[in-house]
């Protein structure tokens, strides 16, 4: 009902920024949040930006105050604008869409919906 594709990763120095993308097609308007994770080597995926429909946003502690996440107005393009980034940040990133339960938009099994994924590699 819904493809995703994330865009935007690459490799940058400590400090750096980068901006992720995801498209969005099909039936979004079904679903009421989309949600940035992300996936070191050998930890568990971890929920970091969702965005509502009434565009309120939740961060993880991790990302607060350098992630930001955005949407245009029919939910096809979700940005994630990422500053000051350290190595901690590497990882794949995804993008997923669902309805989460109530205070569970970081949580990864309330998604059903996600994109391949993008990988971001940040030195030192």
């Known amino acids: 009902q819904v493809q995703l594709v994330e865009s935007g990763g690459g490799s940058v120095q400590a400090g750096g920024s980068l901006r992720l993308s995801c498209a969005a097609s099909g039936k979004t308007y079904l679903y009421n949040t989309v949600t940035w994770f992300r996936q070191a080597p050998g930890k568990e995926r971890e929920g970091i930006a969702a965005i509502g429909n009434d565009n309120r946003r939740r961060y993880a502690d991790s990302v607060a105050g350098r992630f930001t996440i955005s949407q245009d107005n029919d939910k096809h393009m979700i940005t994630l604008e990422m500053n000051s980034l350290k190595p901690e940040d590497t990882g794949m990133y995804y993008c997923?869409?669902?309805?989460?339960?109530?205070?569970?938009?970081?949580?990864?099994?309330?998604?059903?919906?996600w994109g391949p994924g993008t990988q971001v590699t940040v030195s030192p």
């Open positions: 997923a869409i669902d309805n989460p339960g109530p205070g569970a938009h970081l949580s990864p099994p309330e998604y059903r919906y």
